[in-house]
C-alpha cells in the first residue's frame, strides 16, 4: 500500500496505449469513486469514463498551461479518462442542507465531495498497478463541449488520467518540463504537519 501511496504523487505523462484497462479493474475504481464518503451520502458529482482518443485528443487541446507556452498536459491523454463535474440539482434534502447551511458551505460540500472521490480513484488505480494523473488546466465550459455535452448545470471540476505507463520512457519525458525535471530530479513532496492529540 506504501508503494501505491508513494506512486500515486506523481503525475503520470507517457501511456502505454497498446494496453487496456480490464473491465474487472474499471468496475473496481468506479466502485471507489461511486461508493466513497460524501456529506450526507448526496451526489455532489458526476464521472465521465471516457475512453474514446478523439474526445481525449480535444481536451489534451484545451490543456495548455499557460497561454502560448507550448505545454500541454498529457495525463488527460491516459488508457482512460475520468471527468468529474459538479453537478447543482434541486434534490429536495440538498434544498433544505441549503436553507440553513452558508453558500460557502455548500460550495465546500461539493468540492469535498469530488476531492474524496478522485482521491479514492486515484488511490485504488495505483492498488491495482496503474498510474495516473490528475489535471485541472482548462476551461470547464470548453471541456464540457469538446465531450459533447448540452448546456447544463455540469461543470467540470478536475480530470484523473489512468492508465499503464510507458516503460521505455520517464513519466514525463516528450513534455517541456518545469526546471527541477529538466535537472533530473523529481518535486519532493512537501512535508505535512501531523500533530497528535492525545
Partial sequence: MYDAINKSQHCQRNWDLT???????????????????SKQSHAFYKVHVVTNRDVMEKIYALTETRPGSGQYNSQVLANTLLVFQKIDTNDEHKQRARSWQTPECVTRDYYMSI????????????????????????????????????????????????????????????????????????????????????
Avoid at 490528475?134 to 476551461?139: G, I, K, Q, S, V
Avoid at 520517464?170 to 500533530?195: D, M
Fill in 19 to 37: 494496453k487496456k484497462i480490464p473491465k474487472d479493474d474499471l468496475d473496481r475504481i468506479i466502485w471507489a469513486f461511486t461508493q466513497c464518503p
Fill in 115 to 198: 476531492g474524496i472521490a478522485s482521491g479514492m480513484a486515484c488511490l485504488v488505480a495505483n492498488q491495482l498497478g496503474y498510474r495516473t494523473g490528475f489535471c485541472a488546466c482548462f476551461n470547464p465550459k470548453k471541456i464540457d463541449e469538446a465531450m459533447g455535452l448540452p448546456e447544463s448545470n455540469f461543470n467540470t471540476v478536475v480530470t484523473l488520467g489512468i492508465g499503464y505507463p510507458d516503460e521505455t520512457k520517464l513519466y514525463w519525458e516528450n513534455q517541456v518540463p518545469e526546471p527541477h525535471i529538466r535537472q533530473g530530479r523529481v518535486r519532493p513532496k512537501e512535508p505535512i504537519e501531523v500533530n497528535f492529540i492525545d
